[in-house]
C-alpha cells in the first residue's frame, strides 16, 4: 500500500512538473519573472515573508540551465550576431517609430525631407535617437491598390528621394529601418515572393532593418533573401517570435507587462546581442518603460506620433532618456556581457540591479522603483585590492566601507537613488579609461539637476482647422449645382479609426472643441450654398487642365489612370481620381467655387431627419457600386449610375463610389483631411486597411505628407459655392 501510495505520488509530481520541466520559473511571454519571494508579502498571504538563504543563486542558476537548455532544444546559431552588417543593432537603443506625415521630417512647402530638423528637436528634447523605424503604410494603406512597397515608392522623390532621406539619416549616425506587413494580401501582388521583393526595395534605398508588423517572428527566408542580395537586414518582429527565430530575428520590440520587480527579458537572455525595443506606445507616463529597459540593458521604442495622435514625452521622461540613453551608450560593450547577472542582490526592498560583468571591470544597471528617494548603503561587492568604484549616474567616485564577514572581506557601496530613477556603478581596477572618464563628467554635469524638477505633466497638442475662403455668393443655382438651404443642423460625427479609442487626441478638433476627440456634436447654423450634383468627372478635369495647363509641382501618381494627357475611354463620366487635396483646391478656385466643409457635405447628404444613408435609415446594396475585392481597382462607377442613392436633396453620388475631399485639420507634427462618402474599392484578408465610413454619421480621417503620396484612386471631390441669403 505504502509503494503504490510513492509511486503515485510521484506520477502526479511528475505530471505537474511536465509544462516547467527546464525551469521553475517558466517565462511569461517575453519575460523572465522573479522569484515569487521577492514580493511583497503580507500577513494573510505568507506565515514569513521574504526570501531564504540563496534563493537568487538557485534562481540565476535555474535560469541558466533553461537557457542552456533552449539554446541545444532550438539548434541556436549566433552567426547572425557577428555579421559585421548587423552589429550597429547591439547598440540601437533609442528608436521612435516616426510617421512620414510628421510635419518635422517632410515640409511639403519646400518639397523637401527635413531630416535635420527631425533629429535636432529629438537631440534637443531627450537626447537624439540610434535608429528610426519610417512608418510609411497603415493607417492609410488600403484605400487604394497600392501595397506595402508602392506606399514606400510613393514618398517624395520616388525611390530616388527616399534613398537620399536615407543618407541624411546615415549622415547622422542613425540607422534606418521600414515595416512590412504581410498581412497586406489584399492589394497588389508585388509579382514575386514578398521576402525577395521587400530584400530589394530595401537594398534600392539603402535601409538597415525591416520591423515585421503584427508578426509573432519574421520568418527565415526573409533574412535569406536579404542575404542573397548582398544586403543583410535587421528583422524586427512586432511580437514574441519563437526561440529558433532568435537565430535570424537579431531585433524585437517589447511588449511588456509591467510589474513592481522587472522581469527579464526572454531573448536578452537567450543571447545578450539581441537588442529589444521596448514598445509601448499608448503610455502617459513612460518610466516603466525606461526602467525595464535600463534594467535589462535594452533600448526603447520612443514612440510620440501613433497613426497621427501625439503622445509626447513629458519632460521628465525625456530628460530620464537623455540620461538611461548616454549611460546606456557609454557602457554599450558592457551590456552584451555573457555574464549577464539579473536581480544582484542590493539592501533596499524596490531597488533592483543588473550585473554586467566585462574582463576585469564591472558595471551594475539599477532603478529605483519606489516612490521616494534614497540614500546611503545600497550594495554589497567582494572586496578586491585595488578596485575603485564610480557612481556613473551621478559622476562621482565612491569611497566604499570595508567589513569583515566571518573571515571574507566585502565592500559596501553607497549612494542616492532618486524616487522613480536610476543608478550605474562602475568597478574598475585602477583609473578609468578616457572614453569612461569622459562619460563620467557628462554624467555629472547632466544629474546636477534632479529628475524632480522636470514636469511630468501630458499635453495634448491643440489642432487648428484650416480656413477655407467663402467663394463669390451666387443669387441661384450655378450649372451642374443643387441649393441647400442651411438652417439649423445637429452635426453628430464619429471617426474611424481603427486604434485608440476615445483617448483624448484620436480624431480631430473641430474650432468649438478644446481637444481632438473620437466623438463629435454640435448644433450649428449652417449658411445655404450651392453644392454640385455629382463629383467631379474626368471630363470637367480635363477642361480645366486644357484652360489653365496646371502641371503640380510634385507630379507623383497625378492623374495616375490617365494615359498621353486624357482618361480612359468611356471614362469621361466617371469620377475623377488620383488628385491630392491641392489638386481639388486648384481645380474649385479655377471654377469659382470650393471645397465643402464638413458639416456642409453632411447635411446634403443627411438632411435634417438624421438619417443614416443618403436614401434612408437601411443600407441597399442596390443604391451604390458594387464593391470591388479584388486586388487591382477596376475604377468607380459613372457619376449618375445609381440615382436612387440620391440624398434628400437630390445630390448624387454621395457614398460608395468615391471617397470626397472636405475639411484639412493640423496640429504641429500632423496634418490630416477628412474625408466623406466611403469608396467603392474594399481590399480584402485584414481589418488593418482604411476603415471604410459609408454611414452619414462617420468619417475617415486621412494623413497628409505629400500631394504625390496622398492622391489615391479611391479619392475624387465635389464643389460648393456660398448662396445669397
Request: net charge negative; with cysteine; charged share 20%.
Amino acid at each position: 500500500m505504502q509503494r503504490t501510495f510513492c509511486l503515485g505520488f510521484l506520477a502526479v509530481a511528475l505530471v505537474l512538473a511536465a509544462p516547467a520541466q527546464d525551469t521553475q520559473y517558466p517565462a511569461h511571454g517575453q519575460q523572465i519573472p522573479a522569484p515569487q519571494c521577492m514580493n511583497l508579502h503580507f500577513a494573510w498571504q505568507v506565515a514569513q515573508p521574504g526570501c531564504p538563504p540563496f534563493v537568487h543563486e538557485r534562481w540565476l542558476a535555474d535560469i541558466e540551465h533553461w537557457r542552456a537548455e533552449r539554446r541545444i532544444r532550438t539548434t541556436f546559431d549566433p552567426a547572425r550576431y557577428e555579421l559585421p552588417a548587423l552589429k550597429w543593432t547591439q547598440s540601437s537603443f533609442i528608436q521612435p517609430q516616426m510617421m512620414v506625415q510628421d510635419r518635422y521630417f517632410y515640409d511639403p512647402a519646400t518639397g523637401q525631407y527635413t531630416v535635420d530638423r527631425y533629429l535636432d528637436d529629438l537631440e534637443k528634447r531627450y537626447g537624439g535617437i540610434d535608429a528610426v523605424l519610417i512608418w510609411s503604410t497603415y493607417p492609410n494603406m488600403g484605400i487604394d491598390d497600392r501595397n506595402q512597397l508602392e506606399m514606400v515608392e510613393s514618398m517624395p522623390g520616388g525611390i530616388e528621394g527616399v534613398h537620399k532621406m536615407v543618407e541624411e539619416f546615415h549622415r547622422r549616425g542613425v540607422r534606418v529601418l521600414f515595416p512590412m506587413m504581410m498581412w497586406d494580401e489584399g492589394t497588389h501582388d508585388p509579382g514575386k515572393p514578398w521576402p525577395q521583393a521587400i530584400a530589394e526595395l530595401m537594398k534600392a534605398i539603402d535601409a538597415d532593418g525591416v520591423n515585421g508588423d503584427t508578426q509573432d517572428g519574421v520568418p527565415l527566408g526573409f533574412s535569406l533573401a536579404a542575404e542573397a542580395a548582398g544586403h543583410p537586414l535587421a528583422f524586427e518582429p512586432e511580437t514574441s517570435p519563437s526561440d529558433e527565430a532568435l537565430s535570424w530575428n537579431v531585433m524585437t520590440w517589447g511588449q511588456y507587462t509591467f510589474p513592481f520587480i522587472p522581469m527579464v527579458d526572454r531573448y536578452k537572455w537567450l543571447e545578450t546581442r539581441h537588442m529589444v525595443n521596448i514598445s509601448d506606445r499608448w503610455a502617459l507616463d513612460k518610466t516603466n518603460d525606461l526602467q525595464f529597459a535600463f534594467f535589462n540593458g535594452v533600448g526603447w521604442e520612443s514612440w510620440e506620433n501613433v497613426w497621427g495622435i501625439w503622445n509626447d514625452i513629458n519632460p521628465r521622461d525625456a530628460e530620464a532618456t537623455r540620461r538611461v540613453a548616454t549611460l546606456e551608450r557609454g557602457i554599450a560593450p558592457f551590456l552584451v556581457s555573457p555574464g549577464w547577472e539579473p536581480l544582484y542582490p542590493m539592501h533596499t526592498y524596490g531597488v533592483y540591479a543588473s550585473r554586467w560583468p566585462l574582463g576585469k571591470e564591472t558595471v551594475w544597471t539599477i532603478v529605483n522603483r519606489g516612490f521616494y528617494d534614497l540614500g546611503g548603503r545600497q550594495m554589497d561587492v567582494p572586496f578586491t585590492p585595488g578596485m575603485r568604484y564610480f557612481d556613473l549616474y551621478h559622476g562621482v567616485e565612491l569611497k566604499p566601507e570595508i567589513e569583515d564577514r566571518m573571515g571574507d572581506r566585502t565592500a559596501v557601496l553607497s549612494f542616492n537613488l532618486e524616487a522613480s530613477g536610476y543608478g550605474a556603478i562602475l568597478a574598475t581596477p585602477g583609473e578609468p579609461g578616457e572614453a569612461m572618464k569622459a562619460l563620467i563628467q557628462k554624467m555629472a554635469a547632466m544629474t546636477a539637476k534632479p529628475l524632480a524638477a522636470y514636469s511630468h505633466e501630458h499635453s495634448i497638442l491643440s489642432q487648428q482647422m484650416t480656413p477655407i475662403a467663402p467663394t463669390k455668393p451666387a443669387a441661384e443655382a450655378p450649372a451642374g449645382m443643387v441649393r441647400i438651404p442651411g438652417g439649423t443642423f445637429v452635426f453628430k460625427v464619429s471617426g474611424t479609426e481603427i486604434e485608440g479609442g476615445d483617448d483624448p487626441g484620436v480624431d480631430v478638433q473641430y474650432p468649438w472643441e478644446d481637444s481632438p476627440r473620437r466623438y463629435h456634436e454640435k448644433t450649428m447654423q449652417v449658411a445655404p450654398f450651392y453644392m454640385d450634383k455629382f463629383p467631379v468627372t474626368n471630363a470637367q478635369f480635363k477642361q480645366f487642365l486644357d484652360t489653365t495647363h496646371y502641371e503640380p509641382r510634385d507630379s507623383i501618381h497625378f492623374l495616375r489612370d490617365w494615359k498621353d494627357g486624357t482618361y480612359p475611354q468611356g471614362w469621361d463620366n466617371r469620377p475623377v481620381t488620383w488628385v491630392s487635396l491641392e489638386d481639388a483646391r486648384a481645380y474649385a478656385a479655377w471654377a469659382g467655387k470650393r471645397l465643402p466643409h464638413e458639416w456642409e457635405w453632411q447635411l446634403t447628404a443627411q438632411g435634417t431627419d438624421g438619417r443614416a444613408y443618403p436614401w434612408g435609415d437601411q443600407w441597399v446594396p442596390a443604391d451604390v457600386p458594387t464593391p470591388a475585392t479584388g486586388r487591382t481597382m477596376p475604377g468607380p462607377d459613372p457619376v449618375d449610375a445609381h440615382p436612387q442613392g440620391a440624398s434628400p436633396y437630390g445630390v448624387m453620388d454621395m457614398v460608395g463610389n468615391v471617397w470626397q475631399w472636405t475639411d484639412e485639420f493640423t496640429d504641429e507634427h500632423t496634418r490630416a483631411a477628412i474625408l466623406r462618402g466611403g469608396e467603392y474599392y474594399h481590399p480584402q484578408g485584414s481589418i488593418w486597411y482604411f476603415p471604410e465610413a459609408l454611414r452619414n454619421d462617420e468619417h475617415s480621417k486621412l494623413l497628409l505628407m505629400a500631394p504625390g503620396y496622398d492622391r489615391s484612386g479611391g479619392v475624387g471631390f465635389r464643389c460648393v459655392v456660398d448662396a445669397q441669403r
